[in-house]
């Protein structure tokens, strides 16, 4: 590893911090360099305040060291007003001679815009180190601007013997597969994401709140379809605890391609990234349309012999895990 590869290492390691607050801008790291020394670092605020490159000049102490210094970025700095001003101009305002980039912004907004401005002013910039993992950092961030769609997370919990339900239950509530371990990640989960998606049935049969109650955390947006507008407003979902979009016939034509329509109103929302949690068509038909990027299954202890049938999944297996017994497969769709 290089020198420029071990800044923007450590760039992508603190703009983890802002993973599930950033939302819908991008979670990005910077760092600034003096003399083989990390002078200030910082990650991108909570949405609507400072951008990562900011918040690492605002920590260096004696600003008169920026003028002989190196500020590394994941993501091209930004060159146009939004909630706040552009950050290359900073950069070029505080007159730091070298900026290393991880990778170019794909935004519209950008797309090149930021590195032009810091060339023009005479700044020595550096792009394309360690792109790959960057890009794979800004997931989100990237399906969002160049699908037009959201970063899609289907996940659900099967029986040890591929269901994800018995075929009859006694109570409007969830019947358990995983254990408390499991889904307090799967909380975690949902504190890292902009939204969660569930299907009617889903919502009839478990009456989920949707939230991060066993984590500590941000609350998605819940998005329930709710195709004849049948749900009664006294359901969890109806809370005040997290904002709620409902999508109904008068939304989108149900008939053909509706994981498509599904996208096309979430990026319209704004939204860049969704966890799917049910039912089971709901998630079959993302998986028919071939409309996902990850698949994070939970196969628990218990057995059901007969029930509702588990998605059929065709995708990459990246890890697999065991958690107190649960075994948690993750897939990617290469």
């Not at 609507?48 to 994941?74: C, F, M, P, Q, R």
């Not at 700095?77 to 912004?105: R, Y």
């Not at 149900?254 to 109103?265: D, E, G, H, T």
């Not at 990459?316 to 017994?325: A, D, H, P, W, Y």
Request: aromatic share 6%; charged share 25%; glycine share 6%.
């Amino acid at each position: 590893m290089n020198i420029h590869e071990k800044y923007i290492n450590r760039c992508i390691e603190i703009a983890k911090n802002g993973l599930g607050s950033t939302r819908p801008n991008p979670m990005v790291g910077s760092v600034i360099v003096h003399n083989h020394t990390i002078i200030g670092e910082g990650f991108t605020s909570s949405y609507g305040g400072n951008h990562a490159e900011v918040n690492a000049i605002n920590a260096v102490v004696d600003k008169h060291l920026l003028k002989e210094s190196t500020l590394y970025v994941t993501l091209e700095p930004c060159s146009h007003f939004g909630k706040t001003p552009p950050c290359s101009d900073l950069i070029v305002e505080h007159n730091i001679p070298n900026v290393v980039i991880g990778c170019m912004d794909d935004n519209i907004k950008v797309a090149g815009k930021g590195i032009e401005k810091l060339k023009n002013s005479g700044c020595n910039v550096t792009v394309g180190i360690l792109e790959a993992e960057c890009r794979e950092h800004h997931k989100r961030f990237f399906t969002f601007h160049n699908k037009k769609r959201p970063y899609i997370i289907l996940k659900w919990a099967e029986s040890s013997d591929g269901f994800m339900a018995p075929e009859t239950k006694n109570e409007q509530k969830p019947v358990w597969i995983s254990n408390d371990y499991s889904r307090q990640l799967t909380h975690k989960w949902r504190a890292e994401e902009q939204a969660i998606l569930v299907g009617t049935n889903t919502v009839l049969q478990d009456n989920p709140s949707l939230t991060v109650r066993d984590w500590t955390g941000q609350n998605p947006i819940r998005i329930v379809l709710d195709k004849d507008v049948k749900l009664s407003k006294k359901l969890a979902v109806f809370n005040e605890e997290a904002q709620i979009i409902l999508i109904s016939k008068n939304d989108l034509d149900f008939s053909k391609q509706v994981a498509n329509k599904i996208c096309n109103i979430l990026f319209q929302s704004d939204i860049n990234s969704v966890i799917i949690e049910g039912g089971r068509q709901m998630l079959q038909t993302f998986l028919d349309e071939d409309l996902w990027d990850e698949a994070r299954i939970f196969i628990g202890s218990i057995s059901f012999n007969k029930g509702i049938e588990a998605p059929h999944l065709n995708g990459k297996l990246t890890s697999k895990e065991c958690i107190m017994g649960d075994i948690l497969n993750i897939y990617r769709n290469d």
